[in-house]
């Protein structure tokens, strides 16, 4: 598969100075260098192909190549920091012959050389990382035995509840029929007549009994006009009470 070139960072201003050889081991100093009058100004572009890393410095306007730094590794001797200073770099560049040199690298503001710091590192954490993937075993891991060993038992505790309102009666009740309720212990199934009343066929002024005020069963329903129709003396006078209406 074609690895594609990827850019960490863009920084649009940069600056670039000559810078003398070290002569002692001692770590670089900006301040020996001349700052006030950089070697070249352009833009930094930090990209990445695959695992490769890599500073590209180029011209603002075209785009041409100035100059460019493989990094191997960071910190590293492609990319070191000077003792008095955090805005500024020594560069290992390198041409398309192998050939290196060592120039010095600044940046207007400290902001801009924190990010430099930080994309390299994130991306050698992401190489790293790639590289711990590859060495695994394919699997991903050793596989687990979840199976049952000679003599081992599981127990299963279930616990099942009753519904609310459910008993062992209403699973015994038949379920047939039409569910209607059966008639009390010896009646007759009709309803009993209200207080007061005169049983049916009886005429209507019979005078009642010691036991007429005892409920009494209600007879053959008969036509709202014979059995049921008051005689003249039942039916109220107009001079009893003139507010009666007579249905």
């Known amino acids: 598969m074609e690895t594609y070139e990827s850019v960490l960072l863009v920084k649009p201003e940069v600056f670039v100075f000559n810078i003398p050889p070290r002569s002692t081991n001692r770590n670089y100093r900006a301040a020996d260098w001349n700052l006030a009058?950089?070697?070249?100004?352009?833009?930094?572009?930090?990209?990445?192909?695959?695992?490769?890393?890599?500073?590209?410095?180029e011209d603002k306007n075209s785009g041409e190549l100035f100059a460019k730094c493989p990094i191997e590794?960071?910190?590293?001797?492609?990319?070191?920091?000077?003792?008095?200073?955090?805005?500024?770099?020594?560069?290992?560049?390198?041409?398309?012959?192998?050939?290196?040199?060592?120039?010095?690298?600044?940046?207007?503001?400290?902001?801009?050389?924190?990010?430099?710091?930080?994309?390299?590192?994130?991306?050698?954490?992401?190489?790293?990382?790639?590289?711990?993937i590859s060495q695994e075993p394919a699997g991903g891991g050793p596989s687990l035995d979840l199976g049952f060993k000679e003599g081992e038992t599981i127990k299963i505790d279930m616990k099942i509840t009753k519904r609310d309102g459910e008993s062992t009666k209403a699973k015994n009740r038949p379920t047939g029929g039409l569910g209607l309720l059966p008639p009390p212990p010896g009646g007759s199934g009709r309803l009993p007549?209200?207080?007061?009343?005169?049983?049916?066929?009886?005429?209507?002024?019979?005078?009642?009994?010691?036991?007429?005020?005892?409920?009494?069963?209600?007879?053959?329903?008969?036509?709202?006009?014979?059995?049921?129709?008051?005689?003249?003396a039942q039916q109220p006078s107009p001079s009893a009470n003139a507010n009666w209406v007579q249905f």
């Open 37 to 57: 009058a950089p070697s070249w100004t352009g833009r930094m572009r930090l990209v990445a192909k695959g695992k490769e890393v890599c500073i590209k410095l």
């Open 193 to 232: 007549a209200p207080p007061g009343s005169s049983p049916a066929g009886s005429p209507a002024h019979a005078p009642k009994t010691a036991d007429s005020g005892a409920a009494e069963s209600w007879g053959e329903f008969t036509s709202a006009g014979a059995a049921n129709a008051p005689t003249p």
């Open 73 to 132: 590794t960071y910190p590293g001797i492609a990319l070191e920091t000077v003792s008095d200073s955090s805005r500024y770099f020594v560069l290992r560049i390198q041409d398309d012959n192998g050939r290196t040199a060592f120039i010095g690298l600044g940046f207007g503001d400290r902001s801009d050389s924190f990010d430099l710091n930080v994309a390299l590192q994130d991306h050698f954490k992401w190489v790293k990382m790639e590289q711990q």
